[in-house]
C-alpha cells in the first residue's frame, strides 16, 4: 500500500521531489555506479555528481570512463574515481567494492546497473549463453552486494538494482534477458524481507523500466520493437531518487505498473499487446 501511490508519483516523466527527496542528502554521499561508462549509469553519474556526490564508476572501456570521471567533477562531484573490470571476471566483482569501499572510505549507495549484450532475437537453445548472461546480470550483482551490505549497513545506506519491466512480465525475443531480470527481482525481493526481519538499516530499491532511448537500447529494437522509448536522464534521476528516499520500488515509466497489474487481471489481452509490439513473421 505504501508503494503504490509514491511509485506512481515517483514515476512522472518530469520528476519532481514531490515527497520526501532531500537533494542535499547526496551532497557528499558515497557511491558506487556499475554500468556507468555509457547509458543510463553514465547519466546517473552526472545526476550524482550535480548533487555533489563522492563516486566511483565502474565498466570495461577505461578510456570511456575516464571521460565520464572528468565530466563528474566538471559537474560538481566531491570526488569521482574509475576502476575498469569485467562483471563476467568473479574476481573483478569483490575488486571493484573494495576500491570502492578504501577510495570513499566506505559506502552510501551501492547501485547495481550494469548488463551484458543480449540479441534481441528467438530462443536458439543457447544455453551457455544464457549462463554468462546470468552469471553478468545476476550472480554477479549478489555478489557485490553481500560484500557491500557491512559497510552500507554501518552507513544506513542503500541497495539499488537497475531492472526492467521484463522481470516483471516476460517479453518476447530476450529469453535470457528476461530470466536473469526475474533472478534479480526473485533475489532482491527475498533480501528485502530478511534485512527487514532483521531489523537492518539498509533499504534496497528495486527499479522496473520499460524502454529507454540508451544508444545500445535504440541499436538493438531498431526495426524489431514498436514502443516508445523515455529519456535515459529522466529514468536515470527516477532511480537516484527512489534510492535516495529508499523507496522499494520505481516504476519509470510509471504506466509499467500498469502492465503489471493487466498481466494478471486481463492475460489474453496482455500477451496480444505484448506480441504485437514486436515485428516477427515466422
Ligand atoms: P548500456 O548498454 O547503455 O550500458 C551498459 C553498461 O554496462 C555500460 O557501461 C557497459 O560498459 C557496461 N558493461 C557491459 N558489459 C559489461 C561487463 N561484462 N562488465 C562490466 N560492465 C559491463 O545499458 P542501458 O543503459 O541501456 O541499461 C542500463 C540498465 O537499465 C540495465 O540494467 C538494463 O537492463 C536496464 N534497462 C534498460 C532499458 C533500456 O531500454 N535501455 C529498459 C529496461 C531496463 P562497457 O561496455 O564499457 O563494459
Redesign the pocket.
Known amino acids: 500500500l505504501n508503494t503504490f501511490p509514491l511509485s506512481l508519483l515517483n514515476a512522472s516523466l518530469t520528476p519532481l521531489p514531490l515527497y520526501d527527496f532531500a537533494p542535499e542528502s547526496l551532497r557528499g554521499a558515497k557511491v558506487l555506479v ?9 547519466q546517473m553519474a552526472y545526476h550524482y555528481a550535480r548533487f555533489g556526490a563522492k563516486i566511483v564508476i ?4 577505461k578510456d ?1 570512463l575516464q571521460k565520464v570521471v572528468e565530466k563528474c567533477l566538471s559537474l560538481g562531484a566531491q570526488e569521482a574515481f574509475y576502476i575498469a ?4 571476471n568473479e574476481s573483478d566483482l569483490d575488486r571493484v567494492v573494495d576500491f570502492a569501499l578504501k577510495k570513499l572510505g566506505g559506502l552510501d549507495y551501492l547501485v547495481l ?5 543480449t540479441r534481441i532475437a528467438m530462443w536458439d537453445g543457447d544455453v551457455e549463453h544464457a549462463k554468462w548472461l546470468m552469471k ?1 546480470n545476476f550472480f554477479s550483482y549478489i555478489q557485490m552486494a553481500w560484500k557491500a551490505l557491512p559497510s552500507l549497513e554501518k552507513n544506513k545506506g542503500s541497495l539499488v538494482i ?5 522481470g516483471k512480465m516476460p517479453s518476447p525475443l530476450t529469453a535470457p534477458y528476461v530470466s536473469t ?1 526475474s533472478a534479480l527481482n526473485g533475489f532482491f525481493g527475498s533480501l528485502r524481507h530478511e534485512l527487514a526481519m532483521k531489523k537492518s538499516n539498509v533499504s534496497i530499491s528495486v527499479c522496473t ?4 532511448d ?4 535504440m541499436s538493438k529494437v531498431k526495426g524489431k520493437v514498436n514502443m516508445p ?1 523515455y529519456p ?1 536522464t529522466e529514468a536515470a534521476l527516477n532511480i537516484i531518487i527512489t534510492g535516495a528516499t529508499r523507496q522499494p520500488e520505481l516504476f519509470y515509466p510509471w504506466f509499467t505498473y500498469i502492465w503489471t497489474l493487466t498481466k494478471d487481471w486481463i492475460p489474453s489481452f496482455t500477451d496480444y499487446v505484448v506480441q504485437r509490439s514486436y515485428n516477427y513473421s515466422p
Open positions: 556499475t554500468g556507468s561508462s555509457k547509458g543510463i549509469g553514465e565502474t565498466a570495461r572501456s570511456t573490470a569485467d562483471m563476467s546497473n550494469h548488463i551484458g549484450s553478468i537497475v531492472s526492467s519491466l521484463a531480470k523500466l520499460g524502454l529507454i540508451t544508444e545500445t537500447a522509448a535515459a
